[in-house]
């Protein structure tokens, strides 16, 4: 399993080389390309979207503080993030150019793609040719700060250019929303936001309601992902801010982890001895190819300490379905909440 670079780093030095290495998994294989998601319910969800779009001017102030003025909301927009392209789709509209197209269509499936959306590289190193001769009239990226050198590479086309912040550990779900409602903002879709964002706020409390009537042995979880690095295994766990802990904890879950985390996606890294201090606690994961001999969870699967955690030894450790994208947006987070509660309550 292969994770993509991001442009998060972290503060804690302990913790520098694992941010480096990526807030999510881009391997493309086949048991990642099936879908369990509503991707089709949600492309009829916009089929039959009867909000207004606005045709005002906008003015707003981007992810890094940037003034961004537009003479009309944006109809054209490259997009060269997954959490953001996802979040285009929720609110209706298609992108013009899209980074990492297959990528996408295998992580992020709570929004299908359409087809003939253009592929303008990697969300590392897009193609700026590519993009802009797609005309956009914005274009949407992610950086971490101001000073990031894509925003000048990406202005000098003379294109509007939204630069945002992927997350927030110090508060994930409000983050995701804001984020959310800033691309409705910008592209005049502020009334099919407040539908997508109440969908989730309802959907959040009635699966809140089935955790609770679920009468579970105990709430204790952790969330994992990891790879295999140099013959052994590394853990990632989801510590307190990341999206997926807190999800979990908004269902009345308690996310044990306590290790250092990183101050934007809330995560953590470990080792297999590491993974003891969680005690009790249920263990949920990212699915991953089994039988790959470079998957985390095989290797797992034969080392002492794993097998003897209680979770594993109880068969309390859960798979998410694939194609859930652990870093995105109201649609993601809805899927991650029924991935809980269908795990819960099977």
């Not at 952790?222 to 904890?249: C, H, K, M, T």
Request: charged letters at 25%; proline letters at 4%.
């Amino acid at each position: 399993m292969r994770r993509r670079p991001t442009t998060a780093a972290l503060a804690l030095g302990a913790l520098a080389a694992l941010v480096l290495s990526g807030c999510g998994t881009t391997t493309v294989d086949d048991a990642a390309k099936k879908p369990a998601t509503q991707a089709d319910a949600l492309s009829e969800s916009c089929a039959a979207d009867d909000t207004a779009t606005s045709t005002d001017p906008v003015t707003l102030t981007d992810g890094v503080g940037r003034t961004v003025e537009l003479d009309k909301p944006a109809e054209r927009v490259a997009v060269l993030e997954w959490q953001q392209t996802e979040d285009l789709l929720s609110l209706c509209v298609s992108p013009v150019a899209v980074a990492d197209v297959e990528g996408y269509s295998t992580w992020d499936t709570a929004e299908k793609l359409p087809d003939g959306v253009k592929d303008v590289g990697t969300r590392q190193e897009p193609n700026l040719d590519a993009i802009f001769s797609t005309d956009p009239d914005l274009v949407i990226v992610e950086v971490t700060s101001a000073d990031d050198e894509i925003i000048g590479q990406l202005e000098k086309y003379d294109v509007p250019v939204l630069a945002t912040i992927g997350a927030d550990a110090a508060d994930p779900i409000a983050h995701m929303k804001d984020l959310f409602s800033l691309i409705a903002e910008a592209t005049g879709r502020t009334e099919r936001a407040d539908v997508v964002l109440d969908e989730f706020d309802a959907a959040l409390a009635e699966a809140k309601n089935k955790v609770k009537d679920a009468d579970l042995a105990t709430t204790d979880f952790v969330y994992i992902d990891g790879w295999v690095q140099g013959g052994n295994v590394a853990i990632r766990p989801f510590g307190q801010g990341s999206l997926l802990g807190e999800l979990g904890e908004e269902l009345g879950l308690t996310n044990v982890w306590e290790g250092d985390v990183d101050p934007q996606y809330g995560l953590g890294q470990t080792d297999v001895e590491g993974m003891t201090a969680i005690g009790d606690a249920m263990i949920f994961r990212t699915a991953t190819s089994e039988g790959d001999e470079d998957d985390f969870y095989t290797q797992l699967k034969d080392n002492a300490v794993w097998t003897s955690l209680p979770a594993v030894e109880e068969d309390r450790t859960y798979a998410f379905p694939t194609g859930i994208w652990t870093f995105g947006g109201p649609r993601s987070a809805e899927q991650v909440v029924d991935a809980y509660v269908d795990l819960l309550t099977k």
